[in-house]
């Protein structure tokens, strides 16, 4: 369902009365808050049960106990699921801008499934057995399906319908390889089923030190392309007309958002709904103005996996549910929401 109405018909994105403005701020000020809160309730609750002072005594007196070393872990966890929530959050906010399309998320054009077939690939005729190897397989493979869809839909005439649709159809291909590999070896399917539902339980510092300058890369880019965005969303015309470039204000957004759910996916698996769910909702307070969606995205997405993540491993104890699962099981029904009520809305 792509959206691209006449420029006309567009509201200007960033047109807003004071009082929202400030509105805006204070809701974002709360927003870093509620982040904090959940925070604090990952490193402190989980699968594993431990008292106030062994969360304490793992966080600034570590001397390698038991508590200590679960603290350690989740902390680890705790700044993956940060990182890897606010990537995911930004990629889908660019991803709906770039594409118009409101319901838009990193899976749209393909780069969660250029990451599983790469990380398929390298387990099964490659013989990868670590996470430290997926993370680079999963990136190349991401990286490698994002400048294909650019190529396949126009390059320089690429347009946001063209993207959407090369996105789909490689990410239908890659799939059915995907299954295929899968079912030929088992011990690729094996190895392969953890990592593809998605999980923060693997977290490492070495994981977080690999990803990390992709992630501050795109992110930062992101970022920077909210103003050339907020243009394009009022129509071609009016972009062109207020000074934006278009082809490079659309491969800087492909290169941003494939950097950022490319890295995520390495480090995390694919992890599915948080890029679509939180800038959707999220626009709805905020209005079109990317100004505001992207720092709110980048602040509520983590808030999402990370509450996800400390779910998991409270309803399950002493075991746990990967974050993957979760999600998935809170964004289906969001997404039948959405979607009725923006069918509702066009009537």
Not at 35 to 55: F, R
Not at 62 to 77: A, F, H, N
Not at 289 to 310: E, F, K
Request: charged share 10%; proline share 5%.
């Amino acid at each position: 369902m792509l959206v691209d109405s006449p420029p006309e018909q567009r509201a200007d994105p960033v047109s807003a009365p004071p009082a929202r403005r400030a509105l805006r701020a204070v809701g974002l000020l709360v927003s870093v808050l509620i982040l904090l809160v959940v925070v604090t309730a990952s490193i402190a609750v989980g699968a594993k049960q431990l008292s106030v002072g062994e969360v304490w005594h793992g966080l600034f007196q570590s001397s390698g106990t038991y508590g200590d070393v679960v603290v350690d872990d989740r902390i680890s966890r705790t700044v993956l699921g940060l990182l890897a929530g606010a990537a995911l959050g930004l990629a889908g906010a660019v991803l709906q801008a770039l594409t118009r399309n409101p319901l838009a998320d990193p899976g749209l054009l393909g780069i969660n499934a250029g990451a599983s077939a790469a990380v398929v690939t390298a387990i099964t005729f490659f013989g990868v057995t670590s996470l430290s190897g997926y993370v680079w397989f999963a990136f190349l493979g991401a990286a490698g399906v994002g400048a294909l869809v650019w190529f396949l839909g126009g390059s320089r005439g690429a347009t946001p319908v063209r993207l959407a649709l090369a996105g789909t159809a490689i990410s239908a291909a890659l799939y059915g390889y995907l299954q295929a590999v899968m079912i030929m070896d088992n011990a690729a399917l094996n190895k392969m089923r953890f990592w593809t539902v998605g999980s923060l339980s693997s977290a490492t510092d070495a994981t977080i030190r690999q990803v990390l300058p992709f992630l501050v890369v795109g992110m930062v880019l992101a970022l920077a392309l909210a103003r050339p965005l907020n243009a394009m969303e009022m129509g071609d015309d009016t972009a062109r007309a207020l000074g934006a470039n278009l082809n490079r204000t659309r491969v800087l957004a492909m290169l941003a958002a494939t950097v950022l759910c490319g890295a995520a996916t390495a480090a995390c698996g694919p992890i599915v709904f948080v890029g679509l769910m939180v800038p959707h909702v999220v626009r709805s307070f905020t209005g079109p103005d990317l100004r505001w969606i992207l720092p709110y995205a980048a602040v509520l997405s983590p808030v999402l996996l990370l509450g996800a993540d400390v779910l998991g491993r409270l309803v399950a104890r002493p075991s746990e549910l990967q974050v993957g699962i979760v999600t998935a099981l809170l964004g289906g029904p969001v997404f039948i929401i959405l979607v009725r009520r923006r069918r509702t809305a066009q009537l």
